[in-house]
């Protein structure tokens, strides 16, 4: 059976979702293949269950910080509550609601294993083991995602141990949780599990800090955060074997100077990889390069192959569900064959928020990633405790405001904010660099009074004071 369409999208991720929309919005038909559950990644084991995790101790904590309101909190975390809402934020584990949104949206569902078999053609097989093929008038859209990585550790492919879907949708706390890996998941996690009841929770990290592609300063201070909440913080720290003597059994992480740790269970959290070995690739002469990632070109087109497009997670840009759907935005409109601007916000003004307590929100080069472009710039930062608004959000707040500036044009080139909330602080950043909004003339972006937002006052006086060095 051949079925042609103007578009084949393979994944129906944040990613695969909207390109699928857009395309269809200018008037193209478009199928799209899903082997699991429309929604992806981020809306059952990702960004929804985690934020969802996280929110109780987060309000907790804002509560126990302010005097008057602190006293009113006596009891604690009813977990079986927050997992149970951990559960409605993903939707149940069910994708009737977006399945009936693609109905709506007039965009086919075909839900099987899909991969190249071809230019322009997808087999699909499907759950009853039939096999169907789509054929693109327009193009073939690639948006599968990431699994979770899993590093060459001795004894970890016969353990029993946590990926981000077991420890997004587990049904009990841990008593004693290890997490491998100091990245935005092993961080969210760690926190979320801890504050949910976790006694014992471990964070092994094999760099210098946490969050090792961000501003220093932001790693340094979360990690003091997390030992606040009374994480064990392990850095400098490999891992070099892991074993059970069953899969009830604790798990044993023994590290490269000889310790040996014991949890319950343990989060491998070092990284993703692309499901590109069964895709077909080879049909088409392409070859996936590390971590399984599908190259593009900066139009998102797989380079000699005008009709073939990778979005989200698989071309390896930007691991984030917001980025992902941008890319999809501008591909949509490409197979219209609308003019568009190349995604360049993935390279210049990557917004990224890690969504612990306190928040690191981020976004564009960070100052070691604008030095490595050769270009000339002056760092300012500032506590957020700088701000009047700062007491009143509660007692003990530690968060900075870090700017990077390009001395040369005089512009914002990266920020970084790190607090409670700060990701709503992020947006204004955001416009400033893509807007490439000259630092003088943010004088006349005037902050309210009380807000955390009055950090930028701060940091503009400070670069005035310190002149451009
Ligand atoms: C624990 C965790 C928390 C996160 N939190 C956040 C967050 O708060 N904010 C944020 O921006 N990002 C977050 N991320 C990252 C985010 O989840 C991903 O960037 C996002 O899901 C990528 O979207 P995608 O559409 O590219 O891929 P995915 O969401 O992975 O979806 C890909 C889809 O393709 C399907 N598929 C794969 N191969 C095939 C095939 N051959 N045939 C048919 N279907 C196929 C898969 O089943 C899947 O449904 C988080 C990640 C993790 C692990
Ligand atoms: N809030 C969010 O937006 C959010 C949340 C979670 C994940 N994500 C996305 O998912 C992506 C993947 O996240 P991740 O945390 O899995 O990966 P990551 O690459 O961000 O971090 C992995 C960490 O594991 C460490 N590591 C690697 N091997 C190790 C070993 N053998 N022993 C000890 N440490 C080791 C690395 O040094 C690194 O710090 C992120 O890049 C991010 O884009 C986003």
């Known amino acids: 059976m051949v079925d042609e369409y103007d578009v084949v999208v393979i994944g129906a991720g944040p990613a695969g979702e909207n390109v699928a929309d857009r395309a269809r919005r200018h008037g193209l038909s478009v199928v799209v293949v899903e082997r699991e559950l429309v929604g992806g990644e981020c809306s059952y084991w990702a960004c929804m269950p985690s934020k969802a995790l996280l929110r109780p101790g987060e309000v907790l904590a804002a509560a126990r910080a302010v005097p008057g309101a602190a006293t009113a909190v006596t009891g604690s975390i009813d977990a079986e509550a927050a997992l149970r809402a951990r559960d409605r934020a993903a939707s149940g584990f069910d994708d009737q609601g977006q399945v009936s949104w693609l109905r709506e949206a007039d965009i086919t569902l075909v839900r099987g294993q899909a991969r190249l078999a071809g230019p322009r053609t997808v087999e699909v097989t499907t759950a009853d083991d039939t096999t169907r093929h789509l054929t693109a008038r327009r193009g073939v859209v690639v948006a599968v995602g990431t699994r979770s990585a899993a590093p060459p550790i001795e004894g970890l492919d016969r353990t029993r141990v946590w990926d981000n879907r077991a420890a997004t949708e587990a049904s009990a706390v841990p008593r004693r949780l290890l997490v491998l890996g100091g990245g935005a998941v092993g961080v969210e996690l760690a926190q979320a599990w801890r504050r949910l009841g976790s006694e014992e929770v471990t964070l092994v990290e094999r760099g210098p800090r946490l969050l090792s592609t961000e501003e220093p300063a932001a790693g340094e201070l979360l990690g003091d955060a997390l030992r606040v909440d009374g994480i064990r913080v392990e850095l400098g720290a490999e891992a070099v074997e892991v074993q059970r003597a069953s899969d009830d059994a604790p798990v044993e992480l023994r590290l490269a100077d000889d310790r040996t740790l014991v949890a319950d269970e343990l989060l491998v959290a070092v990284g993703r990889r692309v499901p590109s070995d069964d895709l077909g690739l080879d049909t088409v002469g392409v070859e996936p390069g590390p971590r399984g990632v599908v190259a593009v070109d900066d139009h998102l087109r797989v380079p000699g192959h005008a009709w073939l497009f990778v979005v989200g997670d698989a071309n390896g840009r930007a691991l984030l569900t917001h980025h992902g759907k941008y890319q999809a935005r501008l591909v949509g409109d490409a197979l219209a064959d609308l003019e568009v601007d190349p995604p360049w916000a993935d390279r210049r003004a990557l917004t990224r928020v890690v969504f612990t307590d306190p928040q690191v929100a981020s976004v564009g080069l960070t100052s070691r990633q604008a030095r490595e472009a050769g270009l000339d710039v002056v760092e300012r930062q500032v506590g957020l405790d700088s701000v009047a608004a700062a007491s009143l959000l509660g007692?003990?707040?530690?968060?900075?405001?870090?700017?990077?500036?390009?001395?040369?044009?005089?512009?914002?080139?990266?920020?970084?904010?790190?607090?409670?909330?700060?990701?709503?602080?992020?947006?204004?950043?955001?416009?400033a660099i893509v807007g490439e909004v000259p630092l003088s003339r943010l004088e006349h972006a005037v902050p309210p009074f009380p807000s955390i937002s009055e950090v930028w006052l701060r940091l503009l006086e400070q670069h005035r004071t310190e002149g451009r060095r």
Do not use: S
């Open 395 to 431: 007692q003990g707040l530690r968060g900075l405001a870090h700017l990077v500036i390009d001395t040369g044009r005089d512009v914002v080139v990266g920020a970084t904010f790190v607090g409670p909330g700060a990701g709503e602080l992020l947006h204004a950043a955001t416009v």
